[in-house]
């Protein structure tokens, strides 16, 4: 800004570079603004089978029962169970063979199998294993499946059967008319199994957030030393781990004042050029383009992040530090974009407690995000916050979170470690 | 088979329709074969960018160091630690403001940004927050990025900086020539940053599994009761979950003794038409086109699953019911395919312990997987091994595997549950 007039914003001092953050804002307020920020966005309607792990926008009613009849579970004959009571092993009791039909005459037995609706006055279902035909085990062939070869033959019976066994009531699994799944279940195997059971063949989800990543110029490593952009393979990762897609991905040019949104997405991510060097110029540019709410915030690593909006969609500002960035987004970005599509907001993993090995050391006042490995059952922290590197969240077994008020954590002392690789939204 | 000939495969009797299963054999039996057909498949080179949450197949090495040379790890001044001794808030000390370049000149400090190379001499970063030019705080227009401006400028210093304070030395991150990153590791968004930033852009991962999925003709419910197919679209869910990608979806006719495999597959699965009904003949057509290995296991639900192979390609033979499918596909195929994908074979969810409330009734002799929901803390069952449908395994929150040697679990009883939901391969 060598034209001496500093952006200011809702007495937010914007230009932090060559001076530093004179105060960042805690990760409450931050994460206030966030859910101020994410109302979920609107539904979509898809095909079922598509639908896995996506989240529901409404909730889905059964138009029918399931089942839509009384009918047998399993394979067998249909029978009265007061017919079976007393056979055994040693004491078989004898059925007449029945054809299939709508009613079950009295002492019989007739070939049924799984799914096919129960014949009135039968109210179980005599296993296959449990007789025989005319003394012989079976005749698949010669089963009557809708014939007349049954004539005559008669059924061997060598156990009783209590009544119900074998049968699904009308309804028994699902009631018509009744509650299948709630708004914002985010869809398992077995849900889609069942919608496609009942002929549901679109169902509405919500729509899945679109997310531009700006990435800032690489940082000036030099030539043999230079690193390439690890931030926006990064970052398509974890979007698409947090339920969202990646709609564009553009470099931001240091030197362009203007923010180039030439593309629909619901929030912006820009990675790189948040910090206190003379070229960090894009909370600037977002200040420009937009609004800039937040810059600086009490986190390590990550803490030069900031949050506003441009033409309407928040835009979250990420370090360029791939470790910054990702912790970044992890405590801020991810949580806007779950909540945007409807999801869970917490942290997308699985959480352990154990206890701490060698004393984990943090910063007063700022909310430290310690790489940590699980050794022995021992939580053990790897690097620093200020070093490590994005390598030592490649190294560690997950990160523990240790709030702004302390100082750390004593060995022996139990914490809640969140494991990599272990959740999923 | 009204041939009369009834094929016979190690000593297996294939036709169980209208007899039912003599003996089934035990899940660790069919889990053994499972293990034995299942090596993992061959290697491809994918884009590393699309490489999140796929499987190593070989470890990855580092070709350089990270950092490539000592450099800042923040943005300020580079220094040296010892001409900053003794500044204070109320004690600035003053050092020449430096042009950036290879040697620090003595008690002077050069402006550096994160990521750019440490001049030699200098051992620490002064934070642009501790410092002021001329008195000023400073301005960024003014600094010297590369020019002559600084000339005879004076910076104070408020404050004493650490030896190493804000210096990534070369290797810190990762040394050259370690290994990055081991064969099998399911790569996490954060691998994929470390592997962008070292400039590596291709690797090498296991292959997908491609899966054919054979669906048996629907059961016979009727035109009111019809059930429509739940199990590909549940089967494709789930085979995705575990990194398998299906390939096709035919329907086996139930008439055609011939198995179509006109497509290139690594392994079957074939739902439907296993059970003991008169046209279930999904297991025959499985020993006539290549071997029936196993039909039966004493599982519950999924009790009429079987094993065999075709044309060199495993294939699973799953029942029609949903809630057997799901059952069997979650404790036999879904092994197979994280196997043959280099994942970890184990079931893919959470693990909570909690306590059984109502008592748990299981079969002796049988695996029995029985739904659960966590209601206050307990473990109660929801349906039965014979009902319920798989509209309990959506209502459920999770499951508990019973041993085949106990007859269920006792109120009080401390038990795994297998949550839904939770987990991710």
Known sequence: MSDGKEPKRRGLRVDVRGRGFSDRVSLEVATEWIDAHSAVLGAEEIDVREAANRVLAADVKAARAVPAFDRAGIDGYAVRSGDTVGAGDYNPLELALAEAQDELPAASAAPIIAGERLPHGADAILPFELARVNGEATDIAALPAAGAQAAGAKLEVFGAVAEGLGVEREGQQVQAGTRLLEARRVLLPQDIGVLASLGIGRVPVARRPRVGILVGKPKPCGESGGQGDANSPMLRALVERDGGSVVAVVALESERRGF????????????????????????????????????????????????????????????????????????????????????APELPFAVVEAEVGRKIVSMIGVVDVCRVRLEGGKVEAIGSAESGGLASAMRADGFVVIPAPLEGYAPGARVRVYVYGSGGV
Chains 1, 2 share one sequence.
């Open 260 to 343: 180039a949104i030439g593309y629909a997405a619901d929030l912006m991510l820009v990675a790189g050029r948040s910090g206190t060097g003379w070229d960090d110029d894009a909370a600037l540019t977002i200040a420009e383009a937009g609004e800039l709410a937040i810059h600086g915030v009490a986190l390590r690593p990550g803490g030069s992040a900031g949050m506003g909006s441009v033409g309407g969609a928040p835009v979250v500002l990420l370090p360029g530090d791939p470790l910054d960035c990702l912790s970044a987004y992890e405590m801020l970005a991810g949580r806007l974009i779950r909540r945007l599509g409807g999801r």
